[in-house]
């Protein structure tokens, strides 16, 4: 597209690394969605949150939007994500905060 900039990033090694997620807290108020990214694992009394991304409403949608194309992308090359049977809660899901929680 002709209104896209390249834009430049450094990533640094300890963050190329990554972390792994397989649970992610969502929360919000009227200004940021709060996203955290755990880990559930057998012989973890309960997850453990790696990362916290806290952004505002417009950027969270953005990336609501750039995960939708990607997602569609990869599925148009590699076929349909499924989901497996669906995970039963090792742990008490309540003690997360508020009714704004969505996991994933």
């Known amino acids: ?3 896209e900039k390249e834009l430049s990033i450094e990533l640094k090694q300890d963050i190329a690394k990554g972390s792994y997620s397989n649970l ?4 919000h108020s009227h ?4 996203i955290d990214f755990a880990s559930m694992l057998p ?4 997850p453990e949150v ?12 953005r990336l609501f939007l750039a995960l939708q194309d990607n997602i569609s992308k990869f599925e148009s ?3 349909p994500i499924t989901f497996g049977e ?6 008490p899901m309540g003690g997360f905060g508020g009714n704004n929680n969505t996991k994933s």
């Open 1 to 3: 597209m002709a209104n």
């Open 24 to 27: 992610a807290i969502i929360t």
């Open 31 to 34: 200004s940021e969605f709060i």
């Open 43 to 46: 012989g973890l009394s309960k």
């Open 50 to 61: 790696n990362n916290r991304i806290i952004m505002t409403p417009e950027h969270a949608k």
């Open 77 to 79: 090359q590699n076929g």
């Open 86 to 91: 669906s995970p039963k809660a090792t742990f």
